[in-house]
């Protein structure tokens, strides 16, 4: 499912999902043999494929691209679980908000668990700026991925950010 649609959709969504990336991100630097806070990647341009990845327990979050134009631009990546163990969350964002890269082509994947929220941005808010996500036709979710759609992404990307349900063991 990508961002919901219709106007109480997003603003529950708009409400709920920056809590519930606080609180995986805040749990997932009190997780033990987990690595706190986010980790900073440098997205490189020059037209090869490139991939990072984070895992955390039995969940992975890989970011695979590839970019032209300019230098490397550093990024930060940050996976977490809620405190029920009922959410994976994985955001992949440049801080500076807006990238100058031209991307050709985005993946974002996740392991162990499937995408019930995902949204991807033009640019990323920083100071008074806000976020300013793709429009639909440019990107598409399937159960485990958020990426380009072929022949409709204009090559601006700066965020993405996945909420994924884990498998739950009924009692």
Request: charged share 20%; net charge neutral; proline share 5%.
């Amino acid at each position: 499912m990508a961002a919901p649609t219709g106007r109480s959709g997003r603003r529950a969504w708009a409400a709920l999902v920056p809590a519930a990336l606080l609180c995986l991100a805040a749990r997932a630097a009190a997780e033990p043999g987990a690595e706190p806070g986010s980790v900073g990647f440098d997205v490189r341009p020059g037209g090869e494929v490139h991939s990072f990845s984070r895992s955390l327990g039995d969940y992975s979050c890989t970011f695979t691209y590839s970019s032209q134009g300019g230098t490397n631009e550093q990024w930060q990546m940050n996976v977490g679980i809620s405190e029920d163990n009922g959410l994976f969350s994985c955001s992949i964002w440049r801080p500076q908000g807006k990238s100058y890269l031209f991307f050709t082509q985005f993946k974002a994947e996740v392991k162990g668990a499937k995408i019930e929220y995902a949204m991807a941005y033009s640019q990323a808010a920083v100071g008074a700026q806000n976020d300013i996500p793709l429009k639909q036709e440019e990107f598409e979710v399937t159960e485990t991925t958020v990426s380009h759609r072929e022949g409709k992404f204009r090559s601006e990307l700066s965020k993405l950010m996945i909420v994924a349900k884990t498998p739950r063991d009924e009692l």
